[in-house]
């Protein structure tokens, strides 16, 4: 069963209907369904079987704590990004040990403390990064475990924002320099070579990129053996594409299949780094209709929430789907574009759709458990959303909304 259906004509989150959550939090709210995450991580661990990968679970997509805690009490490790990420995951209760550190710009200081958590890895991304980190950890007299993240140079063919694979990226060492830099590493005192890691790209709904970028994994792989060079791990970064209107997204198992094929017989062991596919279809936002407007050229739905709560409609042209919260049937069809207050052009959330609605309905952003809170703003000086988890016929907030003087509580008049 999906963890959203309708009851009785109102749109429920497991066996809640989100009327309830709108009297009793207001909106906007993002709202999550618990046992669609905990479906969502059992999904991973199914098709993967006796690979049993490490799972580190791509904060950036929703870094809050109660999420990050429900996929640490599953066995999740987690993907970093940033120092705060870090802290968020300790926070959350979830092990330093099961951390690997991505991203091009590790500063000193994230560096230290990610060091002083004896993390599982650095993914460094250049030269330069891996000179630092050694200086850093023999300063630190510690020793840093790294891999190097490689671009292998293959189109995800996802939006270009979301694609890292290509050379043009910033994303990542080139693949003609890995073994020059794996040399280097195994010269330096104070980093020791655990894997390699490869990401190259987000929402990817087909097969061959990934294989693709396996390949040109194991084939550096197979060189660094010829060296003497051996790995602890393989992590072939974020996980698959999820279905937000038509697409057909690869099925985990034909995922795990291809990779099965390559690794049989190896004894690296296989790290993944999901974001998107284990909380993107596990969340809404839910938002009022304020205005119906009729323009000259389109009508529009003026909602509550805006690009600041949800930025991939305008930033990505991503497609969401919005579904009335409970069936209106007095009210014409008619194609909205639904828009939020914030004064860009570019603020909307969902373009030519046909909807039943009156002023003072809700409706539900669908597929905004991903890359939806994590992005938000504070844009126009709005305060950011609450979030809520639902779990079967209860319901807990996660995070409370914002208040207004939070917003302005570090600027500072003039004397
Ligand atoms: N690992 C690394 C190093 C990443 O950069 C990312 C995502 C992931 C893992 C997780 O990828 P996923 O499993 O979620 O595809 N804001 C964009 C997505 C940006 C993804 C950035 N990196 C969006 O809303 O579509």
């Given at each position: 069963?999906?963890?959203?259906?309708?009851?009785?004509?109102?749109?429920?989150?497991?066996?809640?209907?989100?009327?309830?959550?709108?009297?009793?939090?207001?909106?906007?709210?993002?709202?999550?369904?618990?046992?669609?995450?905990?479906?969502?991580?059992?999904?991973?661990?199914?098709?993967?079987?006796?690979?049993?990968?490490?799972?580190?679970?791509?904060?950036k997509?929703n870094?809050?704590?109660?999420?990050?805690?429900?996929?640490?009490?599953?066995?999740?490790?987690?993907?970093?990004?940033?120092?705060?990420?870090?802290?968020?995951?300790?926070?959350?209760?979830?092990?330093?040990?099961?951390?690997?550190?991505?991203?091009?710009?590790?500063?000193?200081?994230?560096?230290?403390?990610?060091?002083?958590?004896?993390?599982?890895?650095?993914?460094?991304?250049?030269?330069?990064?891996?000179?630092?980190?050694?200086?850093?950890?023999?300063?630190?007299?510690?020793?840093?475990?790294?891999?190097?993240?490689?671009?292998?140079?293959?189109?995800?063919?996802?939006?270009?924002?979301?694609?890292?694979?290509?050379?043009?990226?910033?994303?990542?060492?080139?693949?003609?320099?890995?073994?020059?830099?794996?040399?280097?590493a195994?010269?330096?005192?104070?980093?020791?070579?655990?894997?390699?890691?490869?990401?190259?790209?987000?929402q990817?709904?087909?097969l061959?990129?990934?294989?693709?970028?396996?390949?040109?994994?194991?084939?550096?792989v197979?060189?660094?053996?010829?060296e003497?060079?051996?790995?602890?791990?393989?992590?072939?970064?974020?996980?698959?594409g999820?279905?937000?209107?038509?697409?057909?997204?690869?099925?985990?198992?034909?995922?795990?299949?291809?990779?099965?094929?390559?690794?049989?017989?190896?004894?690296?062991?296989?790290?993944?780094?999901?974001?998107?596919?284990?909380?993107g279809?596990?969340?809404?936002?839910?938002?009022r209709?304020?205005?119906?407007?009729?323009?000259?050229?389109?009508?529009?739905?003026?909602?509550?929430?805006?690009?600041?709560?949800?930025?991939?409609?305008?930033?990505?042209?991503?497609?969401?789907?919005?579904l009335?919260?409970?069936?209106?049937?007095?009210?014409?069809?008619?194609?909205?574009?639904?828009?939020?207050?914030?004064?860009?052009?570019?603020?909307?959330l969902?373009?030519?759709?046909?909807?039943?609605?009156?002023e003072?309905?809700?409706?539900?952003?669908?597929?905004?458990?991903?890359?939806?809170?994590?992005?938000?703003?504070?844009?126009?000086?709005?305060?950011?959303?609450a979030e809520?988890?639902i779990?079967?016929?209860t319901?807990?907030?996660?995070?409370?909304?914002?208040?207004?003087?939070?917003?302005?509580?570090?600027?500072?008049?003039?004397?």
């Amino acid at each position: 069963m999906s963890s959203f259906c309708y009851r009785d004509g109102t749109l429920c989150a497991e066996s809640v209907p989100l009327t309830r959550i709108a009297e009793e939090i207001g909106t906007p709210c993002y709202v999550y369904s618990h046992s669609a995450l905990i479906e969502a991580y059992a999904d991973y661990a199914r098709a993967f079987g006796d690979l049993r990968p490490l799972l580190c679970y791509a904060c950036k997509a929703n870094s809050n704590l109660a999420i990050l805690n429900l996929f640490a009490r599953l066995g999740s490790g987690f993907d970093i990004v940033s120092g705060g990420e870090l802290a968020r995951v300790l926070a959350a209760g979830g092990a330093p040990g099961t951390v690997v550190f991505s991203g091009v710009g590790k500063s000193e200081a994230e560096m230290r403390i990610a060091l002083a958590h004896s993390i599982l890895c650095f993914n460094v991304e250049s030269a330069s990064e891996l000179e630092r980190l050694n200086w850093v950890a023999g300063d630190m007299k510690r020793v840093a475990p790294v891999s190097f993240r490689v671009n292998p140079d293959v189109d995800a063919g996802s939006h270009p924002y979301i694609s890292t694979g290509l050379k043009e990226n910033k994303f990542g060492v080139p693949h003609g320099d890995a073994l020059v830099l794996y040399r280097r590493a195994g010269q330096l005192a104070n980093v020791r070579i655990v894997g390699i890691d490869c990401h190259i790209g987000s929402q990817i709904t087909e097969l061959s990129p990934y294989v693709g970028a396996l390949d040109r994994i194991l084939d550096l792989v197979t060189q660094l053996e010829a060296e003497n060079i051996e790995l602890e791990h393989i992590d072939l970064g974020g996980g698959l594409g999820i279905r937000y209107r038509d697409e057909t997204p690869l099925a985990l198992s034909d995922y795990a299949h291809a990779i099965r094929d390559r690794l049989v017989g190896r004894r690296e062991r296989l790290i993944l780094e999901p974001g998107r596919s284990l909380v993107g279809n596990g969340g809404l936002l839910l938002t009022r209709v304020e205005y119906l407007k009729h323009g000259e050229a389109k009508h529009f739905a003026v909602v509550d929430s805006a690009m600041n709560d949800l930025m991939r409609p305008t930033l990505y042209d991503a497609y969401h789907a919005v579904l009335p919260v409970t069936e209106h049937s007095e009210a014409p069809r008619v194609l909205y574009d639904v828009v939020g207050p914030v004064c860009e052009s570019g603020d909307f959330l969902a373009r030519d759709r046909e909807l039943a609605v009156a002023e003072g309905d809700l409706l539900a952003i669908m597929s905004a458990g991903a890359y939806g809170m994590s992005m938000s703003s504070n844009y126009n000086t709005r305060p950011r959303a609450a979030e809520v988890m639902i779990d079967g016929a209860t319901w807990r907030l996660i995070r409370t909304r914002e208040s207004i003087a939070e917003l302005f509580s570090r600027e500072q008049l003039p004397p």
